[in-house]
Antibody
Framework: QITLKESGPTLVKPTQTLTLTCTFSGFSLTTSGVAVGWIRQPPGKALEWLGLIYWDGDKRYNPSLWSRLTITKVTSKNQIVLSLTNMDPVDTATYYC??????????WGQGTLVTVSS | QSVLTQPPSASGTPGQRVTISCSGSKSNIGSDDVFWYQQLPGTAPKLLIYKNDQRPSGVPDRFSGSKSGTSASLAISGLRSEDEADYYCAAWDDSRSVNYVFGGGTKLTVL
């Protein structure tokens, strides 16, 4: 059974860097074709894909966020880490961790709400 | 605004069949697979349809997906009250670089 869980701060100040951790189980990020990534959803709004990291270390980022976003993996801990710099109130959203295989994003974490406010 | 276009709302009565459309372009739906997600109130999205018309195990066959050209549709037959949710289509897009794009979501109301 695949599970993913997001953890990190619920409140960050404008201009700060957001760091979120996704801890997963039920699969390995060393298996060919597997990816883990992030999707967010502002309150009452649509989903937005942020990026993915693949089993071989390759990364794909949303072009609109590439200058602010970094995703890394800690294989030994079954974790990936999101870093989003220069946070702004428009970045207030529920951040979801997702598992992907062969192009299908199929399993989601429960999400964590991050509010950006001074 | 979203790269993929969905109607903001849809509705139906129990037992009816409803369809939700999703319109894209050559760089996304026109060249790659379509995915559908169901988001029940207050919960994380759940994969409903993958690769245009495939259902993950556990998804009832009342849900079906189709694709033609640069558009796709989700059909729900035998509508039930528990189907009331937000539905999102998604696809990979290669117009700028690899990017996963979503529709704006359709809120389905069961009357």
């Amino acid at each position: 059974q695949i599970t993913l869980k997001e953890s990190g701060p619920t409140l960050v100040k404008p201009t700060q860097t957001l760091t979120l951790t996704c801890t997963f189980s039920g699969f390995s990020l060393t298996t060919s074709g597997v990816a883990v990534g992030w999707i967010r959803q502002p309150p009452g709004k649509a989903l937005e894909w942020l990026g993915l990291i693949y089993w071989d270390g390759d990364k794909r980022y949303n072009p609109s966020l590439w200058s602010r976003l970094t995703i890394t993996k800690v294989t030994s801990k079954n974790q990936i880490v999101l870093s989003l710099t220069n946070m702004d109130p428009v970045d207030t959203a529920t951040y979801y961790c997702v598992h992907g295989v062969s192009g299908t994003l199929d399993n989601w974490g429960q999400g964590t709400l991050v509010t950006v406010s001074s | 605004q979203s790269v993929l276009t969905q109607p903001p709302s849809a509705s139906g009565t129990p037992g009816q069949r409803v369809t939700i459309s999703c319109s894209g372009s050559k760089s996304n739906i026109g060249s790659d697979d379509v995915f559908w997600y169901q988001q029940l109130p207050g919960t994380a999205p759940k994969l409903l349809i993958y690769k245009n018309d495939q259902r993950p195990s556990g998804v009832p066959d009342r849900f079906s997906g189709s694709k033609s050209g640069t558009s796709a549709s989700l059909a729900i037959s035998g509508l039930r009250s528990e189907d009331e949710a937000d539905y999102y289509c998604a696809a990979w897009d290669d117009s700028r670089s690899v990017n996963y794009v979503f529709g704006g979501g359709t809120k389905l109301t069961v009357l």
